[in-house]
């Protein structure tokens, strides 16, 4: 495995199946012991200490996961963030000392699949790193076949959305989110099981996030809250995709 001038290789264990993870920090005393810590759980470290490194990195490497502190030398792990989202559905956890809501969301919204604020114990952060993980192996599942619903054709297999022919461009969470409540379309899901299937089974705190990307996701269909052809809302419970047979176009 090529790494380029910067990225430090912090693990080379022989089992082909360790899973590299791109750590991109550049604080000694928080990559040293924690990569310690990924590597006797069975990861492979591998350490960018400035967003330039942590780009050329995740070009050369291609790593599982990418572990991506917001406060970095030469920029701010968010433009890193939306780098490699351009042309990456890699894995990304966000460290930060930043911990109020909306940092939060911001993170979730730029598309990082988790956010966890210093100081972190490993047990937890490693917990969520295998978290973030079997809900990417779970999404490289054979997909099942498009679903339609009125107007809207969702293929699960090109993550691409139809809109009465016309292409609809969704980030990933979006996509996932319109996906879950097309798979139970007619009926409610609640906001609980929403954030457990599109986001984490362990999620805490608020679930704030969930209403921005349904009021992203209604601006993306052209849908309206008060009077709703696709998407929905009952208060305090849940969302539900419309169908024909609700009255939905």
Known sequence: MAVRSGATLASMPGS??????LFVEDEAAIFEPFSKALRRNGFEPVIAR?????????????PDLVLLDLNLPDGDGSDVCRTLRKSSDVPIV?????????????????????????????RELISRIRAVLRR???????????????PLRIDLGARSVLL?????KLARREFDLLAELARNAG???????LMARVWDVNWFGS???????????RRKLGDDSANPRFIETLRGVG???????DGSP
């Not at 400035?50 to 291609?62: G, I, L, N, R």
């Not at 699949?113 to 490993?122: E, G, I, L, N, R």
């Not at 969302?239 to 047979?245: A, K």
């Open 16 to 21: 082909p199946a360790s899973r590299r993870i």
């Open 50 to 62: 400035t967003a330039a490194e942590a780009v050329s990195s995740a070009e050369v490497m291609d």
């Open 94 to 122: 966000m460290l930060t000392a930043r911990g109020t809501e909306m940092d939060r969301v911001l993170g979730l919204e730029l598309g990082a699949d988790d956010y966890v604020v210093k100081p972190f114990s490993s």
């Open 136 to 150: 990417a192996r779970s999404d490289s599942q054979p997909p099942a076949e498009p679903i339609e619903v009125g």
């Open 164 to 168: 009465s022919g016309e292409p609809v």
């Open 187 to 193: 009926t409610v899901v609640t906001r609980e099981d």
């Open 207 to 217: 679930t704030k996030t969930l209403d921005v990307h349904i009021r992203t996701l």
């Open 239 to 245: 969302f539900r995709l419309l169908t024909p047979e």
